[in-house]
Structures are given as C-alpha cells and as structure tokens.
C-alpha cells in the first residue's frame, strides 16, 4: 500500500514524502502554529502505526478515511500534556507504517492512542467528553487514553488528565472506529491525594446495548476489572458515583480496554 505523508499549512505542502507501507518525513526546520501533518493511504480501512514526534510514543491507530489530518498541538495554555521539547526544535523525524499481521491480532489495550485529538478526526480510537475542566488540555478526555498513568499529581505533564470539571452528569465516550472483543477493564484514578477525590461507581455502558457498574476504591494504583466477553464498537464511562469527602475534584488518569480486533 502507497503512502503519502506531508507537512502541510493552510493548504500548502511544506515536504512530503511516499513510499510503500512505510514512510518518514524529516523536516529541518521550526514548526509554525497552523502546521499540520498529513496523511494519505491508497484504501481504508487500515491499522497504521504512527510516531509524528520523538517524544511521543508510537501509536497503532484504525484509519477509516483515506487522510488523516493530525494539527501540531502549540502551548498557548499555562500547563502543557506532552513532554518539554515536544514539537519544538528545528529537526524533526515522523513516520508512518502499515500496521503487521501480528500487532493487528494481538491480545492488547485496544484503548490506547497516544496521537488521539480532541476533534474527531477518523482516526481510533478516539475519546471525547461533555466535560473537560475550564477546557484546559491537560484536562482533555484524550488524556485518558495517552498510554501514561503517573497519578500523584495534576496539571502538567507527565499528569495530565481527565478532569470533569465538577459536572454531575459527567461522561466519558471511548470509539474503536471498528468491532472488537473485550473482556477486562484497567482504571487509573487520579490519585493527587487529598487534592483529589474518587468515584466509587461507574457504570460502563457498551454499544451492544448492555451495561456493567464497577466498583473502586481509592487507591493509586491501576484497578483492574473481569468484564462479560462482548463485541463492540465504543463504550461510555457515566453515572459517576463520587466518594463523600471533602474534596470536589475525581478525575481518570487513564482507561485500559483489553481484547482483541476483530476486524483485520
């Protein structure tokens, strides 16, 4: 499969480059806000793995388009979810590969995105939410599926969040983009005790119309939860049920769904 991966503004191609199942770009110069990659494949679907930046880990997405559309995130906010340097300098190395046989198959959290954005853009999976607190990205729902679980604080990265910005009716929606299988489930509360509270239910509401409520506790460490086999395409964290301390602030660091794909 041909792909073509160029870095594009407003319209205009900056560098670009096109090879067969895997290609990089290497650009030699400083970013400008409204710099975007772009990605084009000859057909979608396609598994894809993707590492548009040194400091980001990569990350094996389901494209449903043809492009793909990935918008340079600039810090223009007093705290920042990605690593000091990222995006920054004037040497920069991104790369784009059909996924293997083997990483497609796998046993593995299907949640994870490291290269999610906060607007849809076809490429999964994707989270998003009616709450996101002051609409600070640190507080962004794609922060819970960033591959990252470091939880003794808030704000900055390496903690970054989702934060529910004290909204009762709080949901978190999570799309795969395609059907896959699903049998257990890892929760990472956000654990900047006392600063923070915690839920102690949540009801996991999964496309196939059925539901499943989880219990945690307050603990630091990852949570994790045997779930009915089922095959789905997205599921939603709602009907957050808030411990009754002081504090008025639970969040998620991050959300494991683990299983399998089941479209190849």
């Known amino acids: 499969m041909t792909i073509k991966l ?24 400083q970013y400008t806000l409204g710099d975007y990659y772009q990605v084009e494949v000859e057909k979608a679907p396609v598994y894809l793995v993707v590492q548009l930046d040194a400091a980001i880990r990569p990350a094996l997405i389901y494209l449903t388009e043809r492009n793909w559309t990935y918008r340079l995130p600039f810090n223009l906010q007093r705290e920042w979810p990605y690593p000091d340097g990222a995006f ?24 994870v995105n490291s290269y999610d954005q906060h607007e849809a853009s076809a490429a999964y999976p994707h989270a998003s939410s009616n709450a996101e607190t002051r609409g ?50 890892g929760i990472v509360l956000r654990a900047d005790y006392p600063h923070d509270s915690y839920w102690k239910k949540i009801t996991v509401d999964f496309s196939d119309g059925s539901h499943e409520t989880i ?28 411990d009754e301390d002081s504090s008025t602030f639970p969040a998620l660091t991050e959300i494991e769904v683990f299983g399998q794909n089941i479209e190849q």
């Open 6 to 29: 160029s870095l594009q503004h407003e319209n205009k191609i900056l560098a670009e480059a096109s090879a067969t199942n895997n290609t990089y770009l290497a650009w030699r110069s």
């Open 88 to 111: 920054l300098g004037k040497n920069h190395y991104a790369t784009v590969r059909v996924a293997t046989a083997a990483e497609i198959a796998s046993q593995t959290n299907l949640s």
């Open 136 to 185: 600070e990205t640190v507080f962004y729902a794609k922060n819970a599926i960033d591959g990252l679980v470091a939880n003794e604080s808030h704000g900055n990265y390496p903690f970054q969040s989702w934060g529910i910005n004290e909204q009762h009716d709080a949901y978190l929606q999570l799309d795969f983009g395609r059907t896959v299988e699903v049998n257990q489930l």
């Open 215 to 242: 219990t945690l506790q307050k603990l630091a460490t990852e949570q994790f939860f045997e779930i009915k086999p089922r095959q789905i395409k997205g599921l939603r964290l709602d009907h957050l049920q808030k």
